[in-house]
C-alpha cells in the first residue's frame, strides 16, 4: 500500500477524480482512490455518519486521528440547524466544524421521506408505519413541501434549492435530489416515482453545472426492489455526467434481498465511477457486496452499536455492559491497538456504561470506527492480493 | 517554575511529603509540592471532581493531558458501583480507570449525609429540605448505616470500614470519616456531632496505622460556622499524625461568612501541612482563600458549569447558548490555547450544544479545565513573586 499512500498524499487538495488501482482478478472488488479538494479516499471505503456534522460523542479532530477518511453530513438536519447560510458564513463545512478532510453531503430527500414513511430501516425492510403522515405536506413535480420537525415552519425542498444548500454547505461530494418510495410500492406508482426521481436528478445536475464549484455530484439509482426499474435507472443515470453513482432507495427486506438485487445490479454500474451504497454498513454485507464492485458505504450502524454498548471484535460483538466484563481486566479487545483498547479495560468501560457515564460513549465508539476503518485497510490488502 | 518542574519529576514515585518552596512576602500563601507515589502536586492547586473515577465528558488520558494533577473520586459512589474489591482486584483504582497521576477520595460520608439532608450545595448554604429522609437508617457511635441509592441494600459504613474501603480503592490521599451536619445546627448538636467526628477521625487514623499503606490521610475539621468549635476542632485534629488538613463541614452561607470564617481558622491551621478547603472551587473563593494559605480545593463546579455551556474566560463566562454565538467564527476564547480553541469556534460549539451533541459536553469541559489548570499556574506565579 506504500505507492497507494504517496499518491494519496501527491493528491491533496486536488479536484474530484476517482481512479481503480487495482482490479481483482477473482472478482468484481476493486482499489481505487477517489480524490476530493480535502484530500483522497482509499477505496473500498467505510464512510461513518455525522449527521450535524458531528459523529456522535467524537470531535472531529479524533474523527480524524481514527482515520475516518470520508464523513457522511445530513443536509436536512443542517439545513434546520446551524442554517446552511451560518455554515457559508464560516468559509464552508469544513471551516466550520474543524475537519481537513472529505466530506459528503446527501440531498435532504432521505430524511424528509423517512419522516414521513416511518423509521427508514423499518421501512426499507418493509416493517414500517406511515409515521409523521403531517411533515410531508406535499409531493409536487417541483419538489416536496414539509415541516421542519424544530418549529413546524414549512420548508420547500427543490432539486435546486437541494444543491444549492449543498453548495453552500460546500462538502466534497454532493447528492442529487431524489424521492425514496417505501418497499411496499405498487409498480405503477415506483414507476411514477422514478421517473419523477429522474427529472429530479437531472434537474439537480444541470442546477450544478450551471452553478459550477469543484463539488463532486453523485446521482441516486432507483427503482425498489424491481429489477426491471434498476436497469432502467441505471441506464438513464449512467449516461449523465454525474461524478459518482449510489444506490438508493428500497433494496430488499433482508441481505438476501440486497445480495440478490445487486449481482443483478452492479455489474451494469459504469465502471470508471465510484459506487456508493446509501446507509448499508455492517460487516456482512460489505463482505458481500465489495466483490460485486461497491467502493464506499455509509451507516451510523457501528457508531449506533458502539453507544448501545456493542463493541466490534473479529470474533463477533462484545457486550460491555455483560456482568462478566465487570472483572475483565483485558482491553476490550485485546487485538487491537486503538486509542480505547491501548488505554483502558473491558471492566473500566463496563463500569463506565454502568455508571452512565459519557466518557463511555466516546470509548466505544472510538473503538467501533477503528474497528472499521482497520477491517476496510484489510480488505483493500487482499483486493490487492486478488484474495477477494 | 524550571526548578519545581524539576523537582516535580524528579519526586515521582516517591511516598506523601509536603514541601513548601515559597512563602508570600505578602500574604499567608505559599506555593508548595505534594509528593505521592504517583507523582507530585505543585499548589495551590485546582481539584477536579471524578466521582466514579471519571470527569464526566472525559476519558482519564485527555484530564492527564490537560494537566489536572490531583483528581477527586467519591468513595461512595465507587462502593456501590464498581465495589471496591473490584477495583483491588483491577490493581488498585490508577490502573482501573487509566490514571498515572495523583487521586484523592473522600469517605464516603459526605455523601452519606448530603443524601440524608438534601442537596449539599443547597444545605452548606441553608437553603435544604430534608430529602432522601430514610436513606439514612441510624447513626450510631459506631458509624452510620444508609441504604444503597442503588438497590436499597443496607450498609454500614465506620470509620474502618471507610478507610478500608479506600485503602482497596487505593488513591493517593484518604480522607477520614466524619459527620456532616446541616448547617442549620443547634450549637448542642454540633458539639455532640463534632466530639463524635473527632473520635471517628481517630478511629480512622488507628486503623490506617495498623494497616499502614504507601496512602497518605487526611484529617477533616469541622464545627460548623462556631469559630470556637473550629478552634477546637484545629486544636485537636492537628496534634495526631495526619498527613494533611481538609476544611469540612458547613463554612457559611456565602462567600462572606466563609471568608469571615477561614481568615479566623486558616491563622491555626499547622504549617507544615497541606490544607485542602473541600468543596469549593469557584475562581473567587480561590482568589480570597489563597492568600489565607489554602493549598487545594476540589470542586464539581468547572465540570458542571460546562456542561450547562458555560464556557469560562478571563473577561467573566461565556454563554455558548446565546445566539451572538451562532456566527462567532472565533475560538470561545482567543487567547486560550486549549484543545477545544484551538481547533474549534464558538460558533460550533454553539451548534453541538443546540443540536445536544455529546462532544459539545467534552469540548466545553476540556475548556474549563484548562481554564482552572493555567488560572492556578498563573497563581503560583505570583506568589512565588510575592504578588499575592
Known amino acids: 500500500m506504500e505507492i497507494i499512500k504517496q499518491e494519496k498524499k501527491q493528491n491533496d487538495k486536488q479536484k474530484f477524480k476517482f481512479k481503480i488501482v487495482h482490479q481483482s482478478t477473482k472478482s468484481k472488488a476493486r482499489v481505487g482512490i ?14 461513518a455518519v455525522g449527521t450535524t456534522g458531528t459523529i456522535k460523542a467524537l470531535d472531529n479532530k479524533i474523527v480524524e486521528e481514527i482515520g475516518i477518511q470520508l464523513m457522511f453530513a445530513n443536509t436536512y438536519h443542517l439545513l434546520i440547524q446551524p442554517g446552511t447560510q ?10 466550520f466544524i474543524g475537519r481537513n478532510r472529505p466530506i459528503i453531503t446527501d440531498s435532504g430527500g432521505f430524511q424528509i421521506f423517512s419522516l414521513a414513511y416511518g423509521s427508514v430501516a423499518q421501512e426499507l425492510k418493509s416493517k414500517g408505519q406511515k409515521n409523521y403522515k403531517n411533515s410531508v405536506i406535499k409531493i409536487t413535480e417541483d419538489g416536496v413541501l414539509f415541516r421542519s420537525y424544530r418549529d413546524g415552519r414549512p420548508i420547500l425542498l ?11 454547505i460546500g462538502a466534497d461530494i454532493m447528492i442529487a435530489f431524489d424521492e425514496l418510495p417505501p418497499y411496499h410500492t405498487k409498480d405503477q406508482q415506483l414507476k411514477q416515482s422514478l421517473d419523477r426521481t429522474h427529472r429530479w436528478e437531472k434537474r439537480s445536475l444541470d442546477f450544478h453545472l450551471k452553478n459550477k464549484t469543484n463539488q463532486a455530484l453523485y446521482a441516486v439509482l432507483h427503482g425498489g426492489i424491481n429489477k426491471k426499474y434498476r436497469k432502467l435507472s441505471c441506464k438513464y443515470l449512467s449516461k449523465l455526467p454525474f461524478d459518482g453513482i449510489a444506490i438508493g432507495g428500497s433494496i430488499g427486506k433482508n441481505r438476501d434481498e440486497m445480495s440478490e ?28 457486496t465489495i466483490p460485486l464492485g461497491i467502493d464506499t ?33 483485558s482491553p476490550p479487545d485485546p487485538s487491537c491497538n486503538c486509542y480505547t483498547c491501548r488505554n483502558y479495560t473491558a471492566a473500566y468501560l463496563h463500569h463506565l456504561f454502568k455508571a452512565h457515564e459519557i466518557a463511555g460513549l466516546t470509548l466505544a465508539t472510538i473503538h467501533n470506527l477503528t474497528f472499521m476503518t482497520t477491517f476496510m485497510e484489510e480488505i483493500r490488502n487482499k483486493i490487492l492480493e486478488n484474495k477477494i
Open 86 to 95: 451560518t455554515i457559508k458564513n464560516a468559509g464552508g463545512i469544513h471551516k
Open 297 to 329: 458505504f455509509d451507516s451510523a450502524h457501528p457508531t449506533k452499536c458502539a453507544r448501545h454498548g456493542l463493541l466490534f471484535t473479529k470474533h463477533g460483538g462484545l457486550k460491555i455492559l455483560h456482568s462478566k466484563n465487570a472483572t475483565n481486566y
Open 261 to 288: 438485487l445487486l449481482k443483478f445490479l452492479a455489474p451494469m454500474l459504469p465502471e470508471d465511477k465510484p459506487h456508493h451504497l446509501l446507509g448499508i454498513g455492517d460487516i456482512p454485507s460489505l463482505i458481500q
Open 158 to 168: 427543490t432539486p435546486e434549492s437541494s444543491i444549492a444548500a449543498q453548495k453552500e
Open 34 to 47: 477517489i480524490s476530493t479538494p480535502h484530500g483522497n479516499i482509499l477505496t473500498p471505503a467505510f464512510v
